[in-house]
């Protein structure tokens, strides 16, 4: 590839990048299916013309927002864990990771959430791999922690059994428990605010981290005292 | 009242919360800007002359459906809570009466979410009010609860002062990962599957409330071991 080539791909992928920054702000602002073609062409200033040059439909903008997200904040990922073993620092890389790759694109988090099911066909199949994939690696993250939990716990205690209070958080509610308090910031946290992105990593973290691994007996619910069950809204009017 | 306007009043009602929870459904499924007063009749069976008697225009249907869930969660928690004055058992009172009522309209749930910004004008702003008050609500216990939990650790330990690991989680934070926690669930959780709503109240109930009145050491974050800072993902290319 001769230096020239480099030039213009370069200078392709920036424009690329300002086309796609400029989509997903609008689609976080008024919805994908409000926005049209020329939204965008107003916003960015490229011509509708100029605009298909860089994809073929509003949906391929789209799905070049989602696809992008899942591929970076993965491939940061995959580095960071390199160098790491231990499974409580793994998974604090993992909060931080995905944390402060989401506060610096807010607007990109919101459309990741609102907009998964507005892909279509192998466009929805591709970045729902993906997102599987991100998520699968986050419960793997999270059942080492739990396993090395356990084993530092041993021998077991003197009746052989852990108390029945002592159970720990089920697998699956603890890791989209953990996407819901990262995910949610979108809806109220601002990083230009008085609180720093490494300020609400920090607060993340130790409050999962301690609920996760924590089997003090006043955060158990006591059996019957709640009226857990379904309640209909319309129903019960 | 007569009895027979009572009747009429109550089939009035009933047609309209039909008309309400389809709509939720299909808001749902296809957002409310792609979803015409058209697709409600569809799936409702009224006419589009009958819709209009329920309701002036799909902006009041949507309206409806986010009024009326904020006003019932937060009337079935004010009732709830008016028996209970230990700050832990309130708490746990409002995240099953959060859970519990949510996993139970899990399509209004993702309409509250995904549709708070379609509501224009004194509609948007009457919600709102709601949602603050509720949010205000969930703080004010969540806060009360931080405030026990230091209480009880009065006397202070011998050297006067809390360890600096044992800073208590922001009360903001906590409160927007509480709700991050609870209102993620419409993208995975299941009611028909294994996991039970109760079963799901105990998980959610104990992750918070141990990582909230947790001061494990294990859980702190070491100063200068993470990378937070923000991470723009387009410029980052």
């Not at 796609?20 to 409000?34: D, G, M, P, Q, V």
């Not at 062409?41 to 994809?55: E, K």
């Not at 720990?168 to 990262?182: I, K």
Request: net charge positive; charged share 25%.
């Amino acid at each position: 590839m001769t230096a020239t080539v480099k030039a213009d791909l370069s200078r392709y992928d920036q424009k690329l990048e300002l086309i796609l920054r400029a989509s997903a702000r609008i689609f976080a602002e008024k919805s994908y299916h409000s926005t049209s073609m020329r939204d965008i062409s107003r916003a960015t200033g490229v011509s509708l013309a100029g605009l298909y040059h860089y994809c073929k439909s509003k949906e391929e903008l789209l799905f070049l927002i989602q696809d992008h997200c899942f591929g970076r904040v993965l491939q940061r990922l995959e580095e960071r864990l390199q160098s790491e073993s231990d499974p409580i620092a793994r998974l604090r890389i993992f909060i931080d990771n995905h944390l402060s790759f989401f506060a610096a694109n807010m607007a990109e988090m919101k459309v990741l959430s609102h907009e998964a099911e507005s892909l279509g066909g192998d466009l929805h199949e591709h970045v729902s791999t993906r997102k599987r994939q991100y998520t699968r690696r986050a419960r793997k993250i999270i059942s080492e922690v739990q396993q090395a939990a356990v084993a530092s716990q041993h021998p077991p205690r003197r009746n052989g059994q852990l108390k029945k209070n002592a159970r720990p958080v089920d697998t699956t509610v603890a890791t989209y428990a953990l996407f819901g308090m990262m995910n949610w910031i979108y809806n109220w946290y601002d990083p230009r605010g008085k609180l720093s992105v490494s300020q609400l990593v920090d607060n993340i973290t130790r409050l999962f981290l301690s609920g996760f691994l924590s089997r003090a007996e006043h955060a158990t619910v006591q059996e019957g005292s709640e009226q857990a069950g379904m309640v209909n809204i319309w129903r019960s009017a």
